[in-house]
């Protein structure tokens, strides 16, 4: 990223969600990203992921400029390239687990099987399962199982905790820092809770829509290994 600006229209005048933003990130690390809400953090995971586009600036994923992409072009990195985790599951609740992963293994070049994503999550006793019938982190597990399915170069993770008790939560990051790792994935997680800092690489701070600070984390620990 260089130079990465956002600026929202609205009637009470321009909002800059994201000011100049320069970042260069190492291909398959995990960064987290931490800042009060409304500093540009989901911005700039948006943007990143081609759900949205930056007002100025460049965005460039290896030698595509996503900048300058068309909308069929954007369509095809994210389908190609980019997996999403949000906060809220947005699992489809008429499907069972392995109907929801099977909902991108259709449509992706090389995915793994539904079964096979789920059994990398800890699932393989709840294929069958509907939402309903699943608790609030295995829901979200099933969310990180369709995420990785198609094998990503891209994993981007917006507040996946944040509806979740520390059980849960760890159990999904867990699973998240493993299958980003066995599908040689770039992570980046973004939270509120700084102890989520613990399992990254780099740690990047923001406020109001410009990073304050990169961090190299010298005690990387596991998910399980974090003070809640």
């Given at each position: 990223m260089r130079g990465l600006t956002k600026v929202y229209e609205t009637e009470a005048g321009a909002v800059h969600a994201l000011r100049g933003?320069?970042?260069?990130?190492?291909?398959?690390?995990?960064?987290?990203?931490?800042g009060p809400s409304g500093s540009g953090k989901s911005t700039l995971l948006n943007i990143l992921g081609?759900?949205?586009?930056?007002?100025?600036?460049?965005?460039?994923?290896?030698?595509?400029?996503?900048?300058?992409?068309?909308?069929?072009?954007?369509?095809?990195y994210r389908r190609r390239s980019v997996g999403f985790i949000f906060q809220f599951f947005n699992l489809v609740p008429s499907l069972t687990a392995r109907e929801n992963v099977a909902l991108?293994?259709?449509?992706?070049?090389?995915?793994?099987?539904?079964e096979e994503a789920l059994d990398r999550v800890g699932l393989s006793d709840r294929l069958d399962h509907f939402p309903a019938q699943l608790s609030g982190g295995q829901q979200q597990r099933v969310a990180v199982a369709r995420a990785i399915a198609k094998r990503p170069k891209i994993l981007l993770c917006d507040e996946p905790t944040g509806s979740l008790d520390s059980e849960a939560g760890v159990r999904v990051l867990d699973?998240?820092?493993?299958?980003?790792r066995e599908v040689g994935a770039t992570s980046m997680i973004v939270s509120h809770n700084v102890e989520v800092a613990a399992i990254a690489d780099?740690?990047?701070?923001?406020?109001?829509?410009?990073?304050?600070?990169?961090?190299?984390?010298?005690?990387?620990r596991s998910p399980g290994e974090m003070r809640w």
């Open positions: 933003v320069d970042l260069d990130i190492r291909q398959g690390e995990m960064l987290i990203l931490l081609g759900l949205d586009r930056g007002s100025a600036g460049k965005v460039l994923f290896h030698d595509q400029d996503l900048t300058a992409a068309t909308e069929h072009q954007l369509t095809l991108i293994t259709e449509i992706a070049d090389d995915p793994m099987t539904p699973a998240i820092v493993d299958v980003a780099r740690v990047i701070r923001f406020r109001d829509g410009a990073i304050t600070e990169v961090a190299e984390n010298r005690d990387k």
